[in-house]
């Protein structure tokens, strides 16, 4: 069809007729925006979906990042005590538990203590007392080995008697006595790292070292930021890309100085601390890996939050979030506080816990 019968197409642009009021710094900016169509009028179009989010009330943490890694915890180099040539020695990766061999000299075992006094001196019958008497007292009667009561101070001849029967389920001569080098002392169950002794060697010196055998981040914190680590708190770890948490168990009170990633000297000095994983799952099969460690800087407890995309900046300056009020939108002007992750401290008028804001993540 032509001519003047022909119907004119009609072109609309279509814009979203929203009216808002921003109070910034005292002062109060209104836009509006209408539909606008060429020969034609009709219903203002819905306002388009958007994503929105809840404003929460909870606490708020800022972190420190650093990096950590994952392992063992820190080695205890194990030195023999016994002359002689070494016979057996463990694989590195396998664990020793109480009463079992570490190593073996002139094929005669020394076996692992737990304890933290290091013995320093032999023990036999007529000695004076001493705690390193109950120390040994209270391996022998964990062992099985027992007959001299309550594991106290005295060296008497029940505990030679057990010293025999302890050392005859060992193959070596039953004398009653007990040496300093005859066992390997540790707190608890060990792992081994490393073996630095080799068989048909001297069976005194570095032998091999040990580590315990629970994994643990260990970090090398910058030592001016040593107020960040405190034993007992609570930190944030990414292990593997998975989050987890952990606890601080040690922290170290010698500087070192620091190095960067190739294992230069960068001026720093650093301390060493040590952090146990709350859930050890949480590393997987891993023996070592890069981890991120969060130590808490600042806590704000009970504010606002939104999510970092709800933000809008501000021409005036400044920043707003776009509430929506079950469809209804408005911008409300906000202050900023902590920023944590992807979440922001704000305040505003009328902002409360559940009310939705339009946001972008």
């Given at each position: ?293 969060r130590f808490t800087k600042d806590v704000h407890k ?60």
């Amino acid at each position: 069809m032509t001519g003047p019968d022909r119907p004119r197409r009609r072109r609309a642009r279509w814009f979203v007729a929203v009216a808002v009021a921003v109070v910034v710094l005292g002062t109060t900016s209104v836009v509006v925006l209408t539909r606008v169509a060429e020969g034609t009028s009709g219903p203002a179009a819905a306002p388009p979906q958007v994503e929105t989010a809840e404003v929460t009330k909870s606490d708020l943490s800022d972190a420190e990042e650093v990096d950590g890694t994952l392992g063992y915890g820190a080695e205890t180099s194990v030195t023999g005590r016994k002359p002689g040539t070494l016979t057996s020695l463990p694989a590195a990766g396998s664990t020793i538990s109480q009463g079992k061999t570490v190593y073996s000299v002139d094929a005669k075992p020394v076996p692992l203590f737990y304890g933290t006094l290091p013995f320093y001196r032999d023990l036999a019958d007529g000695v004076d007392k001493g705690p390193d008497v109950k120390e040994l007292e209270q391996n022998l009667q964990a062992l099985g080995f027992g007959g001299f009561g309550a594991p106290d101070t005295k060296f008497t001849s029940a505990t030679a008697a057990a010293v025999k029967k302890w050392q005859k389920s060992l193959g070596v001569e039953q004398t009653g006595t007990f040496g300093q080098g005859d066992v390997v002392l540790a707190a608890g169950e060990i792992r081994v790292s490393s073996v630095t002794g080799q068989l048909g060697g001297p069976g005194a010196g570095e032998l091999l070292k040990t580590t315990g055998t629970g994994r643990s981040v260990t970090v090398k914190l910058d030592a001016a930021k040593q107020a960040l680590a405190q034993v007992g708190a609570k930190v944030g770890l990414t292990v593997n890309g998975t989050e987890t948490t952990g606890t601080v168990t040690d922290v170290g009170h010698t500087a070192e100085q620091g190095k960067d990633a190739s294992g230069q000297p960068n001026g720093t000095l650093t301390i060493t601390v040590t952090v146990n994983l709350d859930d050890p799952k949480a590393a997987g099969s891993l023996d070592s890996s890069p981890v991120t460690v969060r130590f808490t800087k600042d806590v704000h407890k009970g504010v606002l939050s939104v999510p970092v995309g709800a933000l809008l900046a501000l021409a005036e300056g400044g920043y707003a979030v776009e509430v929506d009020d079950h469809g209804k939108r408005h911008l409300v002007a906000v202050k900023t506080g902590m920023f944590s992750g992807s979440k922001v401290e704000v305040s505003g008028a009328g902002l409360a816990p559940g009310v939705r804001v339009v946001t972008t993540s």
